[in-house]
């Protein structure tokens, strides 16, 4: 249900606070106005001045998605602010994605722990970025095309993948891989990119199909997982996996497992990096 006052006191409060200058436009002269005149809201929202005015009174028809969409964009609002006046429309807000853009500020942070393997990939696991510890541990995952840019759809259709990992890990991996996807697919329902690639998958993998019809689903924030590398032998690592706010990328951290020797392993391929160590998948 549209929250009308409050939602007429959040326009109001936000175009106070913007200046013309702040969304492109002239600053002018004699402005009695503090931040921005209905109009200027209006014509930068694409609705005419005498509905953006009805809207602040506390009037006129339910704005609609694309008008509050609109509105979000005029004032300047971050995905915060824009779940909030969806909210006051009483409307459901859209769906928080980053579309692969990954934040300078994530490349930074992940640029600091130059000791552990990190990576960077979409909630259907294609990675976009990695350190250069993880491109020794794993392979260069990030220059793949296509399909198998996806973790998941390569860990169900090209069996070399599975080589870098024992294989009795192989059945505790691939039902991961399963759950975290339903917890997308049920996140992002109906969107095309998530509904085409399971569509794909029950179409080529008999193992994926039987997993997926378990219908478990749980997205992995942590878990422990053994590389084979060809040059250093096993690397047990236990893996992190934080979630930007809008949920759509993960930034996994693989630290070294206590009680093991991962943590020289790592310190030697660090060192060493691509150079002479192969790693353990293509």
Same mark, same amino acid.
């Given at each position: 249900m549209i929250d009308r006052?409050?939602?007429?006191?959040?326009?109001?409060? !936000? $175009?106070?606070?913007?200046?013309?200058?702040?969304?492109?436009m002239p600053e002018g002269v004699r402005r009695r106005t503090p931040g921005l005149r209905r109009d200027e809201v209006a014509?930068?929202?694409?609705?005419?001045?005498? *509905? *953006?005015?009805? #809207?602040?009174?506390?009037?006129?028809?339910?704005?609609?998605?694309?008008?509050v969409a609109g509105l979000a964009r005029a004032l300047r609002f971050d995905l915060?602010? =824009? +779940?909030?006046?969806?909210?006051?429309a009483g409307l459901s807000s859209p769906p928080r994605r980053a579309d692969g853009h990954i934040r300078p500020g994530l490349i930074s942070l992940a640029d600091r722990l130059t000791d552990v393997p990190v990576c960077i990939c979409t909630d259907l696991n294609e990675i976009l970025w990695q350190n250069p510890l993880a491109t020794a541990l794993m392979g260069r995952? =990030?220059?793949?095309?296509?399909?198998?840019?996806?973790?998941?759809?390569s860990w169900f259709t090209d069996p070399e993948i599975r080589t870098g990992m024992p294989e009795e890990d192989w059945a505790h991996h691939s039902a991961a891989h399963?759950?975290?996807?339903?917890?997308?697919?049920? $996140?992002r329902a109906g969107e095309h990119d998530i509904t085409s690639l399971v569509d794909? #998958?029950?179409? =080529?993998?008999?193992?994926? !199909?039987? #997993?997926?019809?378990?219908?478990e689903v749980g997205v992995r924030h942590k878990?422990?997982?053994?590389? #084979?590398?060809?040059?250093?032998?096993?690397?047990?690592?236990?893996?992190? /996996?934080?979630? /930007?706010?809008?949920?759509?990328?993960k930034f996994l951290a *693989?630290?070294?497992?206590?009680?093991? +020797?991962?943590?020289?392993?790592?310190?030697?391929? =660090?060192?060493?990096?691509?150079?002479?160590?192969g790693p353990a998948t293509p």
């Open positions: 006052p409050g939602l007429a006191d959040f326009l109001r409060r !936000r $175009r106070a606070v913007l200046r013309p200058t702040d969304v492109g014509q930068l929202a694409g609705i005419s001045t005498d *509905y *953006y005015t009805r #809207l602040e009174q506390q009037r006129g028809s339910h704005p609609s998605e694309p008008v915060d602010e =824009r +779940d909030h006046l969806f909210h006051l995952h =990030r220059q793949r095309t296509g399909r198998h840019r996806s973790v998941v759809w399963v759950s975290d996807l339903r917890a997308t697919y049920s $996140r794909d #998958l029950l179409a =080529r993998s008999t193992e994926f !199909r039987d #997993l997926w019809e378990r219908h878990d422990r997982k053994r590389f #084979l590398h060809t040059e250093v032998g096993e690397v047990d690592v236990s893996c992190e /996996t934080l979630l /930007t706010p809008d949920a759509d990328l *693989y630290f070294p497992t206590k009680g093991t +020797d991962a943590r020289e392993k790592l310190d030697l391929l =660090r060192v060493i990096g691509t150079q002479n160590l």
